[in-house]
């Protein structure tokens, strides 16, 4: 099947995001024209498909066998590029940068108490670009040095572009993230997937898709007071299998306690229900972080369905007095930026509890987030087309 998502957005059958991720913001210095943007950027996307062959900037005349061990620390490196709201935004930039469509729900996220209930940390991050780069690779060396050499060419060539903050994360080979419990089992079927990314509008954006990022700090002293049972409420699964729970039951001690089902791992069926349990009743289970983020659980290509293709990096920045500072990158894409917002605001949904069950609503907050238009592959970089536009 074709399609023209751009490579970093690892949802196609077979494919697995790599464990290290980078993100790089960029914003256009004053002044700039559509024109001398839209040479730097294809400069960067050159010299950044040619660091994957391990024809490095720095490295020319390297010797072949060099260049082939260059090539190896490179080859698997993902590129993606997507653009803010801060592009559009004729206040930012004079002259403008593009006269094509703002996407109407490609907004800031800055300019507000960001979600109702998941709130700002102390610690701001800027987290609004007009571009944003996205490396993905098997190896840290490879995300970070890629965004250095996005730095030197910035350098060399005296690029109208400025980088504003860069962020880096990890997944675990296991699947699980920092609160210990497996995550994005329930991220659909590959076959459904496409349906639940791909953009139709504006025009500019059809067969492209829409990236929201958001880095959500977890204070784990809070998470691992509630223990493994009240945990197990909050997120809606089992903590060791990823099985969603089935039914709570209250013990006689008036305490609530997850019943996962047993399940035959052998009968397909199970397995689907297990991953992606159907909507409940129960009004305990409907509280869980599974249910708040799928409420309809409704097919991915339903208007209604809501549902996002997960693709998130755990951070850690330091273990310092008051424990670890980490959390999640919580990394999503969607064919409209839409879903993300109807997730983060809707009563019932995660517009009414940062996380779910009765997890502390201290227990996440906002560190830096964005909204970015992932446009779709063809053109000499994807989203060329921004800056022709007469
Ligand atoms: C630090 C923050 C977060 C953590 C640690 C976290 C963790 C988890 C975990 C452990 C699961 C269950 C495993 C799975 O079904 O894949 C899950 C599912 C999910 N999360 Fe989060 N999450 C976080 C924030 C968010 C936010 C902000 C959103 C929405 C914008 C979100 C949306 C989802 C969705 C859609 C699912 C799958 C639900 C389903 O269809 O069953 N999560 N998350």
Redesign the pocket.
């Known amino acids: 099947v074709s399609d023209s998502i751009q490579s970093g957005v690892y949802f196609r059958s077979g494919e697995s995001a790599p464990p290290a991720y980078r993100l790089l913001l960029l914003n256009v210095v004053a002044g700039a024209t559509a024109s001398s943007v839209e040479a730097a950027i294809a400069s960067i996307w050159t010299m950044l498909h040619n660091l994957r062959e391990g024809r490095a900037q720095d490295l020319s005349g390297q010797p072949e066998d060099r260049r082939q061990d260059t090539e190896g620390q490179f080859s698997d490196l993902g590129i993606l590029i997507a653009y803010g709201r801060r592009l559009f935004d004729a206040s930012a930039h004079d002259p403008p940068l593009t006269k094509l469509d703002r996407p109407t729900y490609l907004s800031y996220l800055d300019n507000q108490s960001a ?1 109702p209930s ?1 709130r700002w940390d102390a610690r701001r991050i800027p987290g609004e670009a007009d571009v944003a780069l996205q490396f993905t690779a098997g190896s840290v060396a490879a995300v970070s040095c890629g965004a250095v050499e996005v730095w030197k060419t910035i350098q060399d060539q005296r690029l109208p572009l400025q980088p504003i903050v860069t962020l880096g994360g990890f997944a675990r080979l296991d699947g ?4 210990d ?8 079927d590959s076959a459904v997937r496409a349906m639940a990314i791909t953009a139709g509008v504006p025009v500019w954006m059809r067969g492209g898709t829409y990236m ?1 990022f ?1 880095r ?3 204070d784990l002293e809070s998470w691992r007071a509630l223990g493994r049972n009240r945990q197990e409420l909050a ?3 089992d903590k060791l299998t ?1 099985a ?1 729970v089935q039914a709570v039951r209250e013990t006689e001690t008036g305490e609530l306690v997850a019943d996962p089902r047993s399940f035959d791992l052998d009968d397909p069926e199970a397995i689907a229900e297990w ?3 159907p909507q409940h009743a129960d009004r305990h289970l409907e509280r869980a ?6 409420q309809s ?1 409704g097919s991915p290509d339903a208007p209604g369905s ?3 293709f ?1 693709q ?1 990096y755990e951070f850690l920045d330091e273990i310092g007095n008051d424990g670890p500072r980490l ?2 990158h ?1 990394v ?1 894409f969607q064919r409209d930026l839409r879903v ?1 917002q109807h ?2 605001n809707a009563p019932g949904w ?1 517009g009414d509890s940062t ?1 779910g069950g009765d997890a502390p609503e201290d ?2 907050s906002l560190e830096t987030g964005g909204f970015y238009a992932v446009p779709p592959t063809g053109e000499a970089f994807p989203g060329q087309g921004l800056f022709r536009a007469s």
Do not use: Q, T
């Not at 699980?176 to 609160?179: I, K």
């Not at 419990?181 to 659909?188: A, I, L, R, Y």
């Not at 972080?289 to 799928?294: G, L, P, S, V, Y």
């Open positions: 979600f998941l699980r993230g920092c609160m419990f497996h995550d994005g089992v329930s991220n659909m929201a958001l959500i700090r977890v997120v809606g699964r990823g969603a991953r992606d349990p972080h599974i249910h708040r983020a799928n659980r809501f549902r996002m997960r998130g959390g999640l919580f999503s993300l997730v983060m995660l996380f227990l996440l």
